[in-house]
């Protein structure tokens, strides 16, 4: 069993940054995938991005590549969301999840373990 708690959300002036964290319970966090997913109002979740555990290889929402960055601190059991150049579409509920499978990645089906959710917003 995996716990996930996501922190870091806030309001943000568009253009602007945050770093969201993710804290994973659990001694086994190093053999997950993590990623991050979001949902705006309205629409369904979507995924954000992906780091594998073997090799630390990252994947993203091509949208998003070049303004979002995954990272992970295995040691802190740690998942990070560094989010740059924010507008207001980025708007959503951003989650963190983890995989014990590492496929499926870029889906929401592809995760055992999900967090609640860190309110994002952004004003123009």
């Known amino acids: 069993q995996v716990q996930l708690v996501e922190s870091g959300g806030e309001l943000v002036q568009a253009g602007g940054s945050l770093r969201l964290s993710c804290a994973a319970s659990?001694?086994?966090?190093?053999?997950?995938?993590m990623g991050w997913f979001r949902q705006a109002p309205g629409k369904e979740r979507e995924f954000v991005a992906t780091?594998?555990?073997?090799?630390?290889?990252?994947y993203y929402e091509d949208s998003l590549k070049g303004r979002f960055t995954i990272s992970r601190d295995n040691a802190k059991n740690t998942v990070y969301l560094q989010m740059n150049s924010l507008k207001p579409e980025d708007k959503a509920v951003y989650y963190c999840?983890?995989?014990?499978?590492?496929?499926?990645?870029?889906?929401?089906?592809?995760?055992?373990?999900w967090g609640q959710g860190t309110q994002v917003t952004v004003s123009s």
């Open positions: 999840a983890a995989s014990s499978r590492n496929m499926g990645l870029m889906t929401n089906s592809g995760y055992d373990y």
């Open positions: 659990g001694r086994t966090f190093s053999r997950y995938a």
């Open positions: 780091i594998t555990w073997i090799g630390g290889i990252t």
